[in-house]
């Protein structure tokens, strides 16, 4: 994935005419949010050094939802949670007497991101929205160790640990009334692109 673009299509966004005239109507104050991002920015760095070792890495995404509060119909914040998992399985660079490759272990690896965020409507109109979004937080890792044959090698695995976690993005929402789809770009935790559902309560109107 070319970051280059990603991050040169972000900055593209902010010269819209930003806070465009909503269309008459009361605003919804509350909105909850769940995708699936693709290719998010998460640790694929091996737990071994050198080139004795060699890795594949099934990743399979991340899932995220989110809440947000909007103070008026273009400025709100909140608070996101992405859930990354993925396994890798490691080898030894090398064949052993039967001409095949040593199985090492394979990492069952996951992230738990716990973010803030602010959300911007650049243009909101009934039926389409663009929006600029950037997330801060931490991130929590868990790691298990299966198919392991400690008896050939030592692993070590570190301590569950945390990160910084966040995200830019820019996205769209198409829909009539309460319920969405979005497409959003970025670079971060909830990936390079996704997909997925916005809710907007009718109760939060005013």
């Known amino acids: 994935?070319?970051?280059?673009?990603?991050?040169?299509?972000?900055?593209?966004?902010?010269?819209?005419?930003?806070?465009?005239?909503?269309?008459?109507?009361?605003?919804?104050?509350?909105?909850?949010?769940?995708?699936?991002?693709?290719?998010?920015?998460?640790?694929?760095?091996?737990?071994?050094?050198?080139?004795?070792?060699?890795?594949?890495?099934?990743q399979v995404g991340a899932f995220y939802g989110a809440y947000t509060y909007f103070f008026n119909q273009h400025f709100g914040i909140g608070g996101t949670y992405c859930y990354d998992p993925r396994i890798i399985q490691y080898w030894y660079q090398g064949y052993n007497t039967n001409g095949a490759q040593t199985q090492v272990c394979t990492l069952d690896e996951s992230s738990h991101s716990l973010m803030s965020h602010v959300k911007i409507n650049t243009v909101s109109k009934k039926v389409f929205t663009h929006y600029v979004k950037v997330d801060t937080g931490l991130c929590f890792w868990g790691y298990k160790l299966t198919e392991y044959h400690p008896e050939m090698f030592e692993v070590e695995l570190p301590e569950q640990h945390c990160c910084f976690a966040w995200q830019v993005a820019t996205g769209i929402e198409v829909g009539y009334g309460p319920i969405a789809g979005f497409l959003q770009c970025g670079i971060g935790m909830e990936g390079n692109f996704s997909l997925g559902i916005r809710y907007k309560f009718k109760n939060g109107t005013k």
């Open 1 to 58: 994935m070319n970051k280059k673009f990603i991050i040169l299509f972000l900055a593209a966004t902010l010269c819209l005419p930003t806070f465009a005239q909503q269309e008459a109507g009361n605003f919804c104050r509350h909105e909850i949010s769940i995708g699936y991002g693709f290719h998010p920015v998460s640790g694929d760095e091996s737990l071994f050094s050198g080139g004795r070792f060699g890795h594949d890495i099934d």
